[in-house]
Nanobody, 122 residues
Framework: QVQLLESGGGLVQPGGSLRLSCAASGTIFSIYAMRWYRQAPGKQRELVATITSGDSTNYADSVKGRFTISRDNSKNTVSLQMNSLKPEDTAVYYC????????????????WGQGTQVTVSS
């Protein structure tokens, strides 16, 4: 089995910073793209940032210049540094990764974490 576990959410004032982390564990052969999504109350889940296995990154327009996604392949982790936070960044943040397993290396499974709450409020 493979699990993704997020950490680092919390309450922060507007203009503040938070760093989210997500660790993948279990029977992993290789990790490909890793992503952060978020879902605000009453809204659809949206893609925030993506990082490929080659470290190429892509961001939603709403977070460009404020958020930075990074990964540590030696630890099977992906992080999201969030600066200049705004109230509209309030959401549950989920990590997501495409992972192959030793028993089926030709197939990439998409796994999700359980989510971590980020609240931006004064």
């Amino acid at each position: 089995q493979v699990q993704l576990l997020e950490s680092g959410g919390g309450l922060v004032q507007p203009g503040g910073s938070l760093r989210l982390s997500c660790a993948a564990s279990g029977t992993i052969f290789s990790i490909y793209a890793m992503r952060w999504y978020r879902q605000a109350p009453g809204k659809q889940r949206e893609l925030v940032a993506t990082i490929t296995s080659g470290d190429s990154t892509n961001y939603a327009d709403s977070v460009k210049g404020r958020f930075t996604i990074s990964r540590d392949n030696s630890k099977n982790t992906v992080s999201l540094q969030m600066n200049s936070l705004k109230p509209e960044d309030t959401a549950v943040y989920y990590c997501n990764a495409d992972i192959s397993r030793p028993d089926l290396i030709s197939h990439r499974f998409r796994y999700w974490g359980q989510g971590t709450q980020v609240t931006v409020s004064s």
